[in-house]
């Protein structure tokens, strides 16, 4: 039994501990304050998981109630594992009806086997309680019974069966060289990109795998650590790894895909992949790297399926002013990689670097600039790039230096050349669906020659004099700003551009969520294009 006092322990967070004794047998109960303030209790179980037996394919879950002030948080561990979340292997969840936590196994597999701790915690204490889970295995399988049916004969079933599994591992064996070396939070991500549904197949098989490679790589490799994967660098694409050999004159073997490609130690343009030593570390732009046969490391590289519908323009300012780059993309992308005179640059109080909601249009905004500011500044979205000259004029009115004005943009003048050409959309509108009382943001990229006159509207009404709606148009990027969706923003928005040359029009459907539509309003967007 427990002495309330005299016996302590050592916390998770590395506070000593009080031990107490709960009401509950097999609950230990940590104190972290000798005394509590009034209302403040320790976290306790007024109901505890207990033991499962369970045969395996079936579903169960451990069950556990605690009670606390404040209200004590519940976590799960297991003994001989860590425990990986996942609709289809294992999920936590808590019931506000029953004050029930709940660690549920949809199909108990033989691996769940284990001793379950749960933990309640709170700022005051913990309590831990264990319970055992038991999984009586099956045993049975389509390949036993072909095996018990026909004996040691080969059936055209068994056959059959032997095929497919054959195609199947050759078919995934990139995938797995790929989840060798995933973070667990990938792994979900992954096994939906291939088509992997069978989850806790996968993980009973990457678990066997990783054992198989430490036993090839053990005999060659001391010491593999920090490995990050493909990084890119303007044309080039590089990975990282802490690798420690126990022979330095180990062959080291690097494959594409599976198949072996040349590289040499030194920087050569004939030679497109390179292998770089510094001490223990090798940078190198592959996918996978082996040790006398052992499987080091495998990477998957992808390049983003994207292009610059609206490249960067020249941009002029006067010094102390603000400049604004803006460029479109074919495709959405989260984000873009921003250079001004061949340096990365990143969000700060001098560059204020943006995307739209749709992923489509990236901003770059330079504060108050100076004539060092001047250069060549460029975007790059994969592999594909664009660039344009930053002019900076310098203030002549010696009595505005010091102080900063709205940035301004001057495009430059067009030429007089026959260049003219209708109005036309790059980049359409999007269906869009905003909730009551958020904002919504639309854009569409065109262009024309004369610059076109654009007009948005709505259920064929002019908003452009419509406070209500923020609209604007920058280099070709026309967007219009909702800051609170009501019913009566629900409809058909539509942007007109006309100039001598001819006109288009690219319309969108609003939904405002919890308003019903009626039904003679489609659910498309499109363009229409005139030329005269």
């Known amino acids: 039994m427990w002495k309330k ?3 302590t322990d050592q916390t998770a967070a590395g506070q000593k501990g009080i ?7 097999g609950v230990m109960i940590t104190q972290f304050e000798a005394e509590l303030p009034e209302g403040m209790t320790t976290p306790d179980f007024s109901r505890k998981p207990i033991a499962i037996t369970i045969q395996e394919g079936k579903s169960t879950a451990f069950k556990a109630i605690v009670v606390g002030n404040p209200k004590p948080t519940v976590t799960w561990t297991r003994t001989n594992g860590e425990i990986v979340f996942h609709p289809d292997t294992c999920r936590q969840n808590y019931s506000e009806a029953s004050h029930e936590h709940t660690l549920e196994f949809p199909k108990v597999a033989p691996e769940d086997a284990d001793t379950y701790k749960c933990y309640a915690t709170n700022d005051y204490g913990r309590a831990v309680c264990t319970a055992v889970l038991n999984v009586i295995e099956v045993g049975f399988s389509k390949a036993k019974e072909l095996q018990k049916t026909y004996g040691d004969g080969k059936t055209r079933e068994h056959c059959d069966i032997k095929k497919k599994k054959k195609k199947k591992d050759k078919c995934f064996e990139k995938v797995w060289e790929i989840l060798m070396n995933a973070d667990k939070k990938d792994y979900e991500r992954i096994c939906a990109e291939y088509g992997i549904t069978n989850f806790r197949g996968m993980l009973k098989k990457l678990k066997q795998m990783k054992q198989e490679q430490d036993v090839d790589t053990a005999e060659f ?3 593999i650590d920090t490995l990050k994967h ?13 690798l420690e050999l126990k022979e330095l004159n180990s062959k080291i073997f690097l494959y594409k895909d599976g198949e072996m490609v040349a590289f040499t130690k030194e920087e050569c343009d004939e030679i497109k992949h390179s292998l770089k030593q510094v001490g223990k570390k090798h940078d190198s732009v592959l996918y996978s790297m082996d040790v006398e046969g052992g499987i080091v490391f495998t990477a998957d590289f992808k390049v983003p399926d994207v292009d610059f519908a609206i490249k960067l323009q020249e941009v002029k300012a006067d010094e102390r002013q603000d400049a604004l780059f803006v460029c479109v993309l074919t495709a959405p992308l989260n984000e873009i990689k921003w250079f001004g005179k061949n340096a990365l640059l990143s969000n700060g109080e001098k560059f204020e670097i943006s995307v739209s909601e749709d992923k489509l249009i990236h901003k770059l905004i330079i504060r108050d600039c100076l004539p060092l500011d001047a250069g060549i500044y460029a975007a790059v979205a994969g592999i594909k790039s664009c660039n344009a000259w930053l002019v900076v004029e310098a203030d002549k009115e010696a ?9 301004t943009v001057n495009m430059p003048r067009s030429k007089s050349c026959d260049l003219q050409c209708p109005p036309k959309f790059l980049v359409p509108l999007k269906m869009h669906t905003a909730p009551q009382g958020y904002e919504c943001y639309m854009s569409c990229a065109l262009k024309g020659d004369p610059t076109p006159h654009v007009t948005w509207l709505r259920d064929n009404i002019s908003l452009n004099t419509n406070t209500n709606y923020y609209i604007s148009n920058t280099c070709g990027v026309c967007s219009l700003l909702i800051l609170r969706v009501g019913s009566k923003d629900t409809g058909e928005y539509k942007v007109v551009a006309e100039n001598p040359m001819g006109r288009a029009e690219c319309s969108t459907k609003l939904t405002v969520r919890g308003k019903s539509l009626p039904e003679d309003i489609s659910t498309g967007f499109g363009c229409i294009e005139e030329n005269n």
């Open 5 to 7: 006092s005299k016996v």
């Open 19 to 25: 031990r107490k004794k709960s009401k509950v047998p």
């Open 221 to 223: 490799v001391s010491h």
């Open 230 to 242: 493909i990084e890119e660098d303007d044309d080039e694409a590089s990975i990282d790894l802490d």
């Open 399 to 407: 009595s505005s230096k010091g102080k900063k004005a709205k940035f």
